[in-house]
């Protein structure tokens, strides 16, 4: 569904990402684990085209994307729920979810979403007339994922959805995340820094460092392997 | 409340106060006589002045404070006075048929002199308005505003001149030259963001004028174009009265629709869209809102109200010349914004009525005007930092999901 090639990426004259190649099939879940700094938020912000590549190929569902501003790859599917949440502080939640839904026009159906979240996440409904600001960070990581939902992607690229949030609050988030893959047919690709989660999570995983790709396998064989454990898994 | 702390917080203000002031308010040099003139009772002024001053501003900002810590400790959220008037009917109702009646009858009422300067205030509403969408909803610092105003009043002049356009026919050209006036600057500008956003159109405000105030051949310079047409009525013959009488109901009209398609955009998905933006550009682009289509749309939207304003400028005074078109002109816009309360509607409108009739009716004091009304502004900002009237969003609700939930 999703295809790397080569990716390089610079901020400035600073190269963040260097020959990056993966792939992602569809209805996977597949997560890119690694230290901070190592290039994972960059890889994402380059397939949705925020912080464009210099060079290399991405290909969504065969089409190269690499190039192509922000808005148009949203509307081929690819939707993002960026680091730290983002989402708008001032707008209530139901307005944050409804920018999310913002290059489409098919109100019916945007309705439809909108009880299919609220099925998912219950408390966002209690709070739909809530400033976004003033959620618990757990709410608003669910509002941020939310708010991508509703583009109706075929591919979510989730970035550190545990970020700053309690144990319990973020095992809540990956049954979601399971949930969405499962229900929906949904591809993910999780960027996370808790590899022992987000392997579990995931059926595939990416190993990052120093803008990098060092190693590529099912979640399970990366979870045993001795490498990964050590500097990943604090074991 | 009164703590001996703070008595002896004013008396070392006005201790500094006075050691300020002694080089221009104690010695008096006769260059004539060759005297000095020792003017001690003038620091005993200036020390009593600055001690009452400072005293009244201390207790001030302690029942603010106070004020502050009561509302946090009830925990119950504080609105505004006029918003909560305004949300009650009974005082909503009979509020709106007074401001309707005192409009329709202000100007059969009043002189022609107060009319005048509730048509400039109003002229600044409109703009205020159209300023509001670009720094209050999308959070573009725009400091070169009145360069739009400067098209829209002079393609209203130029057009005239050498065209004979009337003033209907050049209320939506000057709009529309605005608009793209607009879309022009905006297209090599809006890749900036904050400080460095506002120098830049601050140097396209200036630009404009100093292109106006020397390109002799297009705009006559520094002599401006007079004889500008007022409004007609259906060709009808007006006297002065009468016709400042019917730009003042011209102005009411534009206002009006203003009003009404502000509020209309507000509430749309773009209106949004520019609240998203000044919040987090990069959440918006995750989104899928494409961020220069977005801004350029706040920036052109809020030229054009400018340029509709510039047009009655022109047919109201009915000479216009560059000097109408400083950074002055920019600054008083984006202080009507400010201090009426970023992106509130209510709130620009009283703004404007403020910030342009309090510099009129200040005029008892003479050359103090300036100084006055300086200090009310920093007082404004001090006692209240959101504005007259703090925007209040109207919460927006998906019709039919409604019930859904609630059952």
Known sequence: MLELQNVETFYGNIQALKSISLEIAQGEIVTLIGANGAGKSTTLMSISGIVPPRSGVILFEGQPIQGMPPNAIVSMGISQVPEGRRIFPYLTVLENLDMGAFLRDDKPEIKTDLDYIFELFPILAERRHQAGGTLSGGEQQMLAISRALMARPRLLLLDEPSLGLAPLVVKRIFEIVKKINSENNTTVFLVEQNANLALKTAHRGYVMENGRIIMADAADKLMVNEDVRKAYLGI | MITLQEIKKSFLVSLWFMFLTFPIMVIKVNTIEQTIEWRWWWMAAVGLGAFVLSFFWRIAIARKEAGKKKAEVSGEEKIALIPRLMSNPRFYIPGLVATVALVVIFPFVFSMYQTNILITALIYVVVGLGLNIVVGLAGLLDLGYVAFYAVGAYSYALLNYHFGVTFWMALPIGALLAFLFGIMLGFPVLRLRGDYLAIVTLGFGEIIRLVLENWNAFSFGPSGIANIPKPGLFGLKLSLQQSSIFIYFVMIGLALMTIFVVRRLQDSRIGR??????????????????????????????????????????????????????????????????????????????????????????????????????????????????GIVSGVRRIYKFEGLQNKVDS
């Open chain 2, 273 to 386: 869209a520019w609240i998203a933006l000044r919040e987090d550009e990069v959440a918006c682009q995750a989104m899928g809102i494409d961020k220069t289509r977005t801004k350029l749309s706040a920036f052109a939207m809020g030229a054009t109200w400018a340029g509709m304003g510039g047009v009655v400028f022109a047919a109201k005074t009915t000479f216009i010349n560059p000097t109408s078109f400083t950074i002055w002109e920019s600054v008083i816009i984006l202080c009507v914004v400010v201090l009426g309360g970023m992106g509130s509607i209510l709130g620009v409108i009283i703004g404007a009525l403020v910030l342009i009739l309090l510099p009129e009716y200040l005029r008892a004091f003479s050359e103090y005007r300036m100084l006055v009304f300086g200090a009310l502004l920093v007082m404004m900002m001090v006692f209240r930092p959101g």
